[in-house]
T-cell receptor, first 113, second 111 residues
Framework: NAGVTQTPKFRVLKTGQSMTLLCAQDMNHEYMYWYRQDPGMGLRLIHYSVGEGTTAKGEVPDGYNVSRLKKQNFLLGLESAAPSQTSVYFC????????????FGEGSWLTVV | RKEVEQDPGPFNVPEGATVAFNCTYSNSASQSFFWYRQDCRKEPKLLMSVYSSGNEDGRFTAQLNRASQYISLLIRDSKLSDSATYLCAAPRDTGRRALTFGSGTRLQVQP
């Protein structure tokens, strides 16, 4: 029962480096999301996708890009990492917007030095 | 104003106590709300959904007050294992195709 899988789980980047976080879901869900979580800030939506080939901006999209070339995968890219992007990143997926079908991955811990 | 707001706590309660958290929301048109539980360094997991007046599941009761625009989570007979952060969520005001989350309320149940 894989559900939502995120890779990598931990990563340390230097300022200015680029990287991609991969999210894969095996539940054939239409909707996928990327959130970041910082102390005292709760979960903030970065980007989301309502289907293959579509993406949309969330609450805090600056500095990130996403792609949904395949229905099961949702990639989050950092083109030029900044210390402000140090955070825990959670991917999630759902068949609809209904909360009882949203499944989260285990999170990716990113540190930018 | 944030779409969803919560008291960050922490709420420190003894085992067996009853504790309640509130969560206020800004969009009066929202029809569905959710409580998630998040353990330290883990992903959020759905605890309860609230679609109308309320929902009950064992020791947990979630209620919706539309007039005052808040949802509440009541935990009866608290257990040590209830210690966690509780997040409330509602569909975003914009587009309503994703959930917006509160910052979470931390609960610590003490022996």
């Amino acid at each position: 029962n894989a559900g939502v899988t995120q890779t990598p789980k931990f990563r340390v980047l230097k300022t200015g480096q680029s990287m991609t976080l991969l999210c894969a879901q095996d539940m054939n869900h239409e909707y996928m999301y990327w959130y970041r979580q910082d102390p005292g800030m709760g979960l903030r939506l970065i980007h989301y996708s309502v289907g293959e080939g579509t993406t949309a901006k969330g609450e805090v999209p600056d500095g990130y890009n996403v792609s949904r070339l395949k229905k099961q995968n949702f990639l989050l890219g950092l083109e030029s990492a900044a210390p402000s992007q140090t955070s825990v990143y959670f991917c999630a997926s759902s068949q609809t917007i209904s909360g009882n079908t949203i499944y989260f991955g285990e999170g990716s811990w990113l540190t930018v030095v | 104003r944030k779409e969803v707001e919560q008291d960050p706590g922490p709420f420190n309660v003894p085992e067996g106590a009853t504790v309640a958290f509130n969560c206020t929301y800004s969009n009066s048109a929202s029809q569905s709300f959710f409580w998630y539980r998040q353990d330290c360094r883990k992903e959020p997991k759905l605890l309860m959904s609230v679609y109308s007046s309320g929902n009950e599941d064992g020791r947990f009761t979630a209620q919706l007050n539309r007039a005052s625009q808040y949802i509440s989570l009541l935990i009866r007979d608290s257990k040590l294992s209830d210690s966690a952060t509780y997040l409330c969520a509602a569909p975003r005001d914009t587009g309503r195709r994703a959930l917006t989350f509160g910052s979470g309320t931390r609960l610590q149940v003490q022996p």
